[in-house]
């Protein structure tokens, strides 16, 4: 009986060395989202939009910080990072700088001057009709019908700059 117990005790003492000797292989994966308060930023109710000149992104002009809405999501950026919502409100999560849409990151400077003809539309109607208008090129032929009066001015102008509050 001692044999087998002194059998049992030195195999299974081998197979813990080994064990630990030639670990297995696993895949591990680490996925980690952090939902991030950015300061400053507080929208109580949904924002009033305007359509930012030459594109189809839209911001809220009303609102103190850069902050924008592009197909369906709000971006912003923030402390030389970008943030992504599914909401004007947040919760806010951080995203690469490559997944960005370049349409967001070479915003002519001058997006925040607004003429005086522009309108602003409710938050609802722009998120209900957002992609209709993007596929439609909406704003374009907007700017065609109305060369002084409304959103989709400014076709063309020139872009480059970065954005960091």
């Given at each position: 009986?001692?044999?087998?117990?002194?059998?049992?005790?030195?195999?299974?003492?081998?197979?813990?060395?080994?064990?630990l000797s030639f670990p297995a292989k696993s895949n591990a994966?680490?996925?980690?989202n952090i939902n991030i308060p950015l300061p400053g930023l507080v929208v109580g109710a949904p924002p009033a939009m305007v359509v930012i000149p030459g594109t189809c992104?839209?911001?809220?002009?009303?609102?103190?910080?850069?902050?924008?809405?592009?197909?369906?999501?709000?971006?912003r950026p923030y402390g030389g990072h970008w943030f992504i919502s599914a909401?004007?409100?947040?919760?806010?999560?951080?995203?690469?700088?490559?997944?960005?849409?370049?349409?967001l990151i070479?915003?002519?400077?001058?997006?925040?001057?607004?003429?005086?003809?522009?309108?602003?539309?409710?938050?609802?109607?722009?998120?209900?009709?957002?992609?209709?208008?993007?596929?439609?090129r909406h704003w374009d032929r907007y700017e065609d019908e109305n060369p002084r009066g409304g959103h989709g001015m400014g076709r063309g102008m020139g872009m480059g700059r970065r954005w960091d509050d």
């Open positions: 009986m001692k044999t087998k117990l002194l059998t049992a005790f030195v195999a299974s003492g081998l197979m813990l060395i080994s064990g994966e680490v996925s980690v992104a839209y911001y809220p002009p009303d609102v103190d910080a850069n902050i924008f809405f592009y197909r369906g999501y709000w971006y909401e004007y409100n947040g919760p806010w999560g951080s995203i690469a700088i490559n997944s960005v849409p370049r349409v070479n915003l002519p400077p001058s997006y925040r001057r607004i003429p005086p003809y522009y309108k602003r539309m409710p938050y609802g109607m722009v998120r209900k009709h957002w992609r209709t208008w993007e596929e439609e």
